[in-house]
Structure formats: structure tokens, C-alpha cells
Nanobody
């Protein structure tokens, strides 16, 4: 079993920054990804990290603004979010997979085996 616990969300103004954390416990996994879901919308893949090869992937909507990273000593994956926009509002979920995924597949939510409960990010003036 794998448990994922997200934290770091909040209410911020446009242009602000936040850092989300995802702490993993339990079995080792491979790909770790962040998804977000806005009210009435489908869950959207935001970023993915494959620890085995160090590859990272980002949705076009966040490229250049968000950065995914990991601290293996703390079993934690981070999502640094800069220059936040109102359209970044949503509940952010951490997901883990026993597989590693390519640039054409990482954003497919059904590929992930474990999910956290999410942390809310609201960007509003």
C-alpha cells in the first residue's frame, strides 16, 4: 500500500507563488504526478516526474511557471508554482504509479495507482 498526503494549498492573489508538497509512505513507486480539478471540469494532468530516468513533464498551461522536484530523503515530491493565475484554481492531487510514463501518456489519470486527498488552491484578487 502507498499513502500520499498533499499540503501547501491556499488562497493567493494572481502573480503569487505556492509550493505544494506530497509526502509518500508505504511501498516504493515510480512515476509521481500532480493533477488538478476545477469545479465542473475533468481532472487535468499538470506535471509528472519519473525518478528512474529523471524525466519531467508539464502541461502546456503551466510550462515555465511550475516546477516539479523531489527530496528522496523526505519521500516528498514538490510542485513549485509561480506567477499563479486565476485559471490555476482547483484542487490539486498527487498521484503515484508503479509504472513510468512517456511524454504522450503521463497525463492519463487511469495510469496511476494511488491518489491523495488533494489540497485546494484558489487564485483570486
Amino acid at each position: 500500500q502507498v499513502q500520499l498526503v498533499e499540503s501547501g494549498g491556499g488562497l493567493v492573489e494572481p502573480g503569487s507563488s505556492l509550493r505544494l508538497s506530497c509526502v509518500r509512505s508505504g511501498w516504493n513507486v515510480y512515476a509521481i504526478a500532480w493533477f488538478r480539478q476545477a469545479p465542473g471540469e475533468e481532472r487535468e494532468g499538470i506535471s509528472c516526474l519519473n525518478p528512474t530516468d529523471g524525466m519531467t513533464y508539464y502541461a502546456d498551461s503551466v510550462k515555465g511557471r511550475f516546477t516539479i522536484s523531489r527530496d528522496d530523503a523526505k519521500n516528498t515530491v514538490y510542485l513549485e508554482m509561480n506567477n499563479l493565475k486565476p485559471e490555476d484554481t482547483g484542487r490539486y492531487y498527487c498521484a503515484a504509479s508503479y509504472g513510468t510514463w512517456s511524454s504522450t501518456a503521463w497525463w492519463r489519470s487511469h495510469l496511476y495507482d494511488y491518489w491523495g486527498q488533494g489540497t485546494q488552491v484558489t487564485v483570486s484578487s
